[in-house]
């Protein structure tokens, strides 16, 4: 059975990368961050949703509060409320966080024998994030396969995005058909220490139109 990293946040997109994963035979390592995010309720989401995956699960500590610059790792910057109107990228963006998380992801695929990558952006419901597009990720990946000594030795890595054209409806659908439980998961932005979701920020919003325009009862607590 091939290895495969799997970047797992607990949260609905992460979750059903991981279960597709498991689905195409896959024997998974989900990697997690402690990153200095607002909360633990999604590593503690992450935890248990690998166990039921049987996925051999990873949290990889990363201070990224020590740079700031963005609403998940500096509590004095508030997490704002979802704004249709806006067009800027929020303050909830993390400055390169998925290059980071991408490239120790690499590092633990080398390590582990891994030639495959799972990541769960969307360039459809997303708030507009530019580590998230298609033509980011296929830079990573020519970038990866010169860096590497698994590339060199000819076992080339493959970064994976299959929800990268879908919307969250079509994620959710997708999840269902793989059963998935999303009450297990956490993708709110402020979540409280019980994992109860806020409902207004961008991540809550996108999850909750998502179920909406799925027909698929929203199993998310809420504040």
Same mark, same amino acid.
């Given at each position: ?24 035979? &896959?024997? +998974?390592?989900?990697? !997690? ?15 248990? $949703?690998?166990?039921? #995956?049987?996925?051999?699960? #990873? $949290? @990889? ?5 020590? %740079?700031?610059?963005? *609403? ?28 980071? %998380?991408?490239?120790? *992801? ?10 495959? $990558?799972?990541?769960?952006? !969307? ?8 580590? +998230? ?6 830079? &990573? ?13 000819? #076992? ?41 979701? +806020?409902?207004?920020?961008?991540? +809550? %919003?996108?999850?909750?139109?998502? @179920?909406?325009? *799925? ?9």
């Amino acid at each position: 059975m091939a290895n495969a990293v799997v970047l797992f946040s607990g949260g609905l997109d992460s979750t059903t990368c991981l279960a597709l994963a498991k689905d195409k035979g &896959f024997d +998974c390592h989900a990697l !997690s961050f402690n990153y200095s995010q607002r909360h633990a309720s999604e590593l503690k989401a992450a935890q248990a $949703i690998a166990a039921r #995956h049987d996925a051999k699960h #990873h $949290i @990889f500590p990363l201070d990224l509060g020590l %740079f700031g610059g963005s *609403a998940l790792t500096d509590n004095a910057v508030a997490v704002p409320d979802y704004d249709a109107e806006s067009n800027d990228i929020p303050i909830t963006y993390v400055p390169a966080r998925n290059t980071i %998380f991408l490239s120790l *992801a690499l590092a633990l695929a080398e390590v582990v024998d891994a030639q495959d $990558i799972f990541l769960g952006v !969307s360039a459809v419901d997303y708030s507009g994030y530019p580590d +998230c597009r298609p033509e980011y990720i296929e830079a &990573f990946t020519n970038m990866a396969n010169l860096a590497t000594k698994s590339a060199i030795d000819g #076992h080339p890595v493959k970064i994976h995005t299959p929800l990268v054209h879908l919307n969250k409806a079509e994620t959710i659908r997708l999840g269902m058909g793989l059963g998935i439980d999303y009450a297990q998961t956490v993708s709110c932005y402020q979540a409280d220490v019980q994992g109860r979701a +806020c409902g207004a920020c961008d991540s +809550c %919003f996108l999850r909750k139109k998502g @179920f909406s325009e *799925a027909n698929v009862a929203d199993p998310t607590v809420y504040i």
